[in-house]
């Protein structure tokens, strides 16, 4: 594949000190699934193995700068938005998206794995309204479901209702990911006609710090060479199946999922 050819896809995210989630665990994943990864950093957080000892959220004149100097200059085949911290960060980033002739992950970020709130309560009316419209996928988890729709799934059969309640905010399609879910791995991707059931094997590792960051950014990835929505998502369903079994111990917590699993 010669440089011309490498798709570029941009994440608008925070800062993961550890290294394991956020805008660290984007740029592993795009090189990882071969395009070139930029980034809009977001916000900048002290986060290791046991949690967010602290988050810092850029000016919102820094965010936009970012985006447009990257957009107006190289050009973005796809992109992905995942800790957006406040209101006035989500309706910048909407509207920078809205602008925007590229599809669009949207991870709707609320807390860490460690149950660290990433995103104020103020925001979640701006996530509803400005963000999920431009999205082309959204892919919450089922904590991130509750917190935006009041749906709270307890069973597969639950998934669809999810999914309806998502798609009422304007998305082109969801991916309701079960992975809290007792047993197999099960996800939905629908957009209100079709529907995609992904099933992986649940695996008994701890270490999945970064797997929302990591399946958005491998959609993104998907999207930005061309590949239509069901099948980007199932290639970053078996990715970060991949990335889950081979997720390794880091420091005295939860390790990260292995984001270059297929190098070694």
Known sequence: MSSRAIPSVLTVAGSDSGGGAGIQAD???ML???????????AVTAQNSLGVQG???????????????????????????????????????????????????????????????????SALDSVRERLLPVATVATPNLDEVAQLTGVRVEDEADLRRAAAAVLEFGPRWALIKGGHLAGDAVDLLTDGTQEHWLRAPRHDNRHTHGTGCTLASA???????????????????AY????????????GGIGPVDHGWRFR
């Open 27 to 29: 740029l592993k994943t």
């Open 219 to 237: 959609v993104a990835a998907g999207l930005g060479k061309g590949l239509d929505v069901p099948e980007a998502v199932r290639e970053a369903k």
């Open 32 to 42: 990882a699934l071969g395009v070139h990864g930029m980034s809009v950093i977001t």
């Open 55 to 121: 988050a810092w959220e850029l000016p919102v004149e820094a965010v936009r700068a970012q985006y447009r100097s990257v957009v107006d200059d190289i050009g973005v085949q796809a992109v992905k938005t995942g800790m957006l911290a406040s209101a006035a960060l989500v309706e910048t980033v909407a509207e920078l998206l809205a602008g925007t002739d590229a599809p669009v992950v949207v991870d709707p970020v609320g807390v860490s794995k460690h149950g660290d709130s990433l995103l104020a309560a």
């Open 240 to 251: 970060v199946t991949g990335a889950i079994v081979a997720g390794f111990a880091l420091g």
